[in-house]
């Protein structure tokens, strides 16, 4: 992969002189910086050629890195690092077991969600980029180059889905109806790369619960969907396209950014096990419901209903 020139994204991008810096942080300006960063990443993501989609096994044949989610989180650290140098940093492929979220603002970055999409070309991967401070997402941005979907938020000012320049909405994109349950809805539902042991026979035993009719004991909901990215999958929560995302076993750079564009489209996050109505950045197990004038907590209570465990990490 050609080296991507921190010089030259920079005086893309000038860094204010240290005496103009804000004391206030300026999460407007944050935004837009990592809406800029998110559309370099995109460009490496899209001129990506067969050598730097070759990939390495990491813990399975499901669980891939590609050079190029590497060179995507190089450079995106080295911008922040440039831009923000006192800001923590917390990204997917340099990610020590060690390390924790703190409660100093911290930049969250997947360069890749949907890793295995980009490795087959499948048009359903984005660079996810997060600001979280005290633990909380305050700006999200997820793009996803191929089909040249922006979504991104700031905390208390909205959340946009943008086409380009001349298209972009608000969200929800369309009046939110209310929700009228697991029968009446469609579900995101991703499959992660853990495919033995209790949390996978949980997810099998609870998607086949979820998809089953009545008279064969299940739910039937409209159907299921899965994107092969869970940043993208919440985006679409946020959005109105799908009423839930169930998930447990993903991390916290995939899903930091999609959370706060979650909540300011009207969202919620519950935790995908039953009885958490304040589940933490890092806790691995989510359960989104879109924005709606009513039925949000009853279809969380319906969700864990279905449920016969819990996810354990
Ligand atoms: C994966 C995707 C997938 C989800 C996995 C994630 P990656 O991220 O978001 O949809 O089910 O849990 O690890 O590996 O493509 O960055
Ligand atoms: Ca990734």
Redesign the pocket.
Known sequence: MAPISIDSLASEMPIPPKHLIPIAIDLQEIHDRLIFIAHVAGDMMLKATQSTRLSEIKSNTS??VTAT?RAIENMVKAVLKLHYPHFEFLG?ETFKTEQKLGNGPTFIC?P??????FIHGFPG?AVSLALAIDKKAVVGVVFNPARKELYSAIQGRGAYLSRGADHVVRLPVRDASPLQGLSSSLIGL????QRCGSNWDLRTRTAMKLMSAADAGGQMCHSLR??????L?CCYVAAGFLDLWW?G???V??VCAAWIILEEAGGIMASANPGDWTPSLEGRAYLAVRGAPTGQKELVEEMWGCMDGQFVF
């Open positions: 669980d891939q989610d997917e997947d890749i969600d949907g890793t295995l999409n991967s991703e499959w992660g790369s899965s994107s092969g990215s869970a940043a999958t998930e076993g993903c991390w750079w995939d």
